[in-house]
């Protein structure tokens, strides 16, 4: 266990198919780490002798059928292990079921088999499992193990996922894409690309769905949290039924004073209405905070408040957050990283933190 526990950090499996009729793959392991620069500014922190005791499950597959796991126990940085019949067209999966803590990496020829094969037929390959590979496939490239256009590849399967976890794991890495694109020429077409994705999913869910009486109709934990999952990323994407419905629903908010929105989305529908509507959304929406008593009510209408596209709004609110008695101490370290979180407010944030640091840090200590 001391390789597990005196060492820093986590280690990559790379899973590479031999050419030879042996049947035989290569296994090796090394340091896993984000930034790639720090492995030549700072060696300390990719140190080549780290070596880790790993338990490797591992199955072979085709389109139609997976095989048993075998545990393959990987102490060296490079074997090299049998693994039964594997011939160019089957593929390998290992950390099964991710019960292992470590990524896992193949040759780009057994990615690409991957894909095809949640292209066809998605349900050989178990729920768990799709999410470990979209995880591990995303989080690769980012560390620069993998071209980008990899991940993307795999994505392209997802009008087809009927499950949340799977989701849930593409969701996390596209909105952290997101925010490394948001300024580049490329950000319209990764937009694009992503919406292509979704759509089908978010047309053939919708909006929840309501009872003839008003209420709202309960579905299963798994399937509002699927519906709840495109939805986000339908509207954060810019599909504009999306932000109709979101508009749409805000407006009548507003002219009823009656708040008929679904709860589970209320935090999607208040943060699309305030980026595309007007001022007095904006108004509208800080009114409701000060007035709603329910804490978790408040929450959701306080990190609305920060998805405006108008940087005026933005800096009052993070004025507001320091100088008014409306926002709670605890809630203003909130609002400045949420406000960060918005690419128009990523500035704004950073210069108003460096600035009022002498009294946030008074505050904190209190």
């Known amino acids: 266990m001391d390789r597990w526990t005196l060492q820093m950090g986590y280690p990559v499996v790379t899973i590479s198919k031999n050419d030879s009729l042996d049947n035989s793959v290569t296994i090796s392991q090394e340091h896993f780490i984000y930034d790639t620069d720090a492995k030549i500014q700072n060696p300390e922190l990719f140190n080549k002798s780290f070596q880790w005791q790993i338990p490797l499950t591992l199955a072979v597959g085709n389109s139609s059928h997976i095989s048993t796991e075998t545990i393959i126990w990987v102490s060296n940085k490079t074997e090299t292990h049998r693994v039964g019949h594997v011939d160019g067209e089957m593929w390998l999966l290992g950390n099964i079921n991710q019960t292992g803590y470590f990524r896992v990496n193949y040759d780009l020829h057994n990615w690409r088999l991957l894909i095809q094969q949640l292209m066809t037929n998605p349900t050989i390959i178990s729920v768990g499992n799709r999410a470990g590979l979209i995880d591990d496939v995303f989080n690769l490239a980012r560390a620069g193990y993998l071209p980008q256009n990899v991940p993307l590849q795999m994505i392209s399967y997802l009008s087809q996922e009927t499950e949340f976890l799977p989701w849930h794991a593409a969701s996390r890495a596209l909105y ?67 932000h109709r419905q979101a508009v749409s629903l805000i407006s009548d908010w507003i002219s009823s004073n009656k708040n008929r929105i679904p709860p589970n989305v209320r935090d999607i529908v208040y943060c699309t209405g305030v980026s595309l509507m007007d001022e007095d959304v904006w108004e509208f929406i800080w009114m409701k905070f000060h007035s709603s008593t329910a804490i978790s009510e408040k929450k959701v209408l306080l990190e609305a408040l920060t998805c405006s596209d108008n940087i005026f709004l933005l800096n009052r609110l993070l004025n507001l957050s320091l100088t008014s008695d409306l926002v709670p101490d605890q809630d203003v370290i909130d609002v400045i990283i949420h406000v960060g979180r918005n690419p128009l407010g990523r500035h704004l944030a950073w210069r108003y933190f460096r600035e009022k640091w002498d009294i946030l840090n008074s505050s904190v200590s209190r």
Do not use: I
């Open 176 to 242: 952290q894409l997101d925010k490394l694109l948001d300024r580049t020429e490329d950000h319209s077409l990764f937009s694009d690309y992503v919406l292509r994705q979704v759509e089908p999913k978010y047309l053939k869910f919708g909006w929840p769905a309501t009872s003839p009486d008003g209420s709202f109709m309960q579905v299963a934990y798994q399937a509002e949290e699927l519906q709840r999952e495109v939805m986000m990323l339908a509207c954060s994407f810019g599909n504009k039924h999306c």
